[in-house]
């Protein structure tokens, strides 16, 4: 054990690291040799000590005019206006993730941005929320709970503002337990009804400030969990929590977002253990899992699929490019079903094997070569995708406009035979776990004769293969 903390590590399992603590290793990575396990981990945490906000979307007031007091212009306008600005928020972060050194700051952003789902009509609102992820990703999860459930968005998203005494609303308390801690099956139909009532009167004002509204709360006994109390919004959160089950829940979703699809119940337990032993410090567990001898084992490497959102990200930091149309990025989410800020329900997006299928296979092996031959090219449909609602879509993202800096990535490999250069490339670029890929099968289908040409050719064949679907 002491021996693999600081011996060297191999490439392949640095670059393994750099695809589930980010979005994949960066270019400085490429150029040095590794330090030891220890080391490496470590430089994840020091370069997430602080992130980087979001402040793309001006202040905006949190209450907004009834819309029925508008004209049907104006209702088009400010629907259009607020469209416009989502797009630009989800352009913003997108290219955040590709770019900012804080890679693990960004993933688990990203983690809680599933985790606690939530959409509403509202630009400032929702970039407001994701900064606050982000601010607590490495955290508390007590207080990332509590900052979440005060929000603005959050409130509105799940009718918190309907909650009121003698009319309680349970969708808040509800999504709460099932979804957000102790999970499904470890509360009963009255404990929802009790904490709807002890979360009645939170709200917000005109400027986003949470409030209480001490009129609106029912300030009557109840029992939640077995325990009698006049119990508010705090004291539910805090009894959700002293239950390790809310432990083993969050543990067992980073576990699959972190590790692999597939749920190892032990491992889950002790990362679990760790999380609640720690009073929920996030980055406490996060630090035992990347240590974990468990998670190095080759039944981990390749063990999940990349979400929409990993792959084009992915994609972004492997060719150094920047895609600096916003459109255009929107588009390739909604093909491949993953839209940033906006989820499908409150219980985020489902994962794992639910991202692929036969038309989103090759929708994901289509990707690489729109976004790498030119600036001037369009989606290359399959004739399969042509008579579907997919293809369609896809006909809808017209020029991409991808801007690739190829100048380190040539420098790596130009000097090597072509066949090095094969190899190279492909340990580069897929996970370790992919060496039953002939190099000489790469070859045969490649002009060597330029390096850069073979380089470019090589790297639309790589990241176009099933293998690079996996991280």
């Known amino acids: 054990m002491q ?12 670059h393994h690291l750099q695809r589930r603590a980010g979005f994949g290793p960066n270019k400085d990575a490429m150029r040095r040799s590794p330090a030891g396990r220890n080391d490496e981990v470590e430089a994840i945490f020091r370069a997430s000590r602080r992130g980087k906000e979001l402040n793309l979307i001006d202040f905006a007031p949190a209450v907004q005019p009834n819309r029925k007091d508008l004209s049907r212009k104006a209702r088009m306008q400010l629907r259009k206006e607020r469209k416009e600005a989502l797009g630009k928020l989800n352009h913003a972060w997108l290219r955040q993730m590709a770019t900012e050194k804080a890679q693990l700051r960004e993933k688990l952003t990203l983690f809680w941005h599933d985790h606690f789902a939530c959409e509403v009509d509202h630009p400032f609102g929702m970039q407001d929320l994701n900064n606050v992820m982000r601010r607590h990703a490495l955290g508390n999860f007590r207080a990332l709970t509590l900052a979440v459930s005060r929000h603005p968005a959050m409130l509105h998203y799940l009718n918190n503002r309907q909650n009121r005494k003698q009319s309680p609303n349970e969708n808040f308390a509800r999504e709460l337990m099932e979804l957000f801690t102790i999970g499904r099956g470890h509360y009963t139909e009255s404990d929802v009804k009790e904490a709807a009532r002890a979360f009645t009167g939170w709200n917000f004002d005109d400027q986003g400030q949470f409030i209480f509204q001490a009129k609106k709360h029912d300030f009557g006994t109840k029992t939640f969990r077995g325990k009698t109390g006049n119990w508010g919004g705090e004291d539910i959160i805090y009894m959700l929590l002293e239950d390790r089950q809310t432990a083993l829940h969050i543990a067992g979703k980073l576990y699959q977002f972190f590790v692999n699809d597939q749920i190892d119940e032990l491992h889950a337990q002790e990362l679990g253990a760790v999380l609640y032993d720690n009073d929920y410090e996030i980055e406490a567990m996060m630090r035992h899992l990347f240590l974990a001898d468990w ?3 080759a039944k981990n490497v390749a063990a999940r699929i990349k979400s929409p959102v990993e792959l084009l990200v992915g994609i972004m930091r492997d060719l150094n490019m920047d895609l ?18 906006h989820p499908p329900n409150v219980a985020g997006w489902p994962n794992g094997r639910a991202w692929i299928d036969s038309s989103t296979m090759l929708l994901r092996m289509t990707l690489p070569s729109a976004l790498l031959l030119s600036s001037d090219t369009e989606f290359a449909l399959p004739h399969d995708l042509m008579d579907t609602g997919q293809g369609n879509r896809l006909k809808k993202v017209r020029k991409i406009n991808a801007q690739i800096d190829w100048k380190p990535i040539f420098a790596r490999y130009r000097t090597l ?34 390096p850069e040409s073979h380089v470019t050719t090589l790297f639309l064949q790589v990241l176009s293969l099933p293998e690079y679907q996996l991280t």
Not at 3 to 14: E, I, R, V
């Open 3 to 14: 021996k693999l903390m600081f011996s060297k590590m191999p490439l392949p399992a640095l």
């Open 324 to 341: 600096p149309e916003a459109k255009p990025v929107h588009g390739i989410q909604s093909i491949l079903g993953q839209i940033l800020f």
């Open 417 to 450: 035979s072509p066949a090095q250069r094969t190899t190279t490339i492909l340990a580069d670029l897929l996970p370790a776990s992919s060496e039953h890929i002939s190099p000489a099968m790469l070859q045969g289908f490649v002009d060597s004769h330029d």
């Open 295 to 297: 998670f190095w084992e």
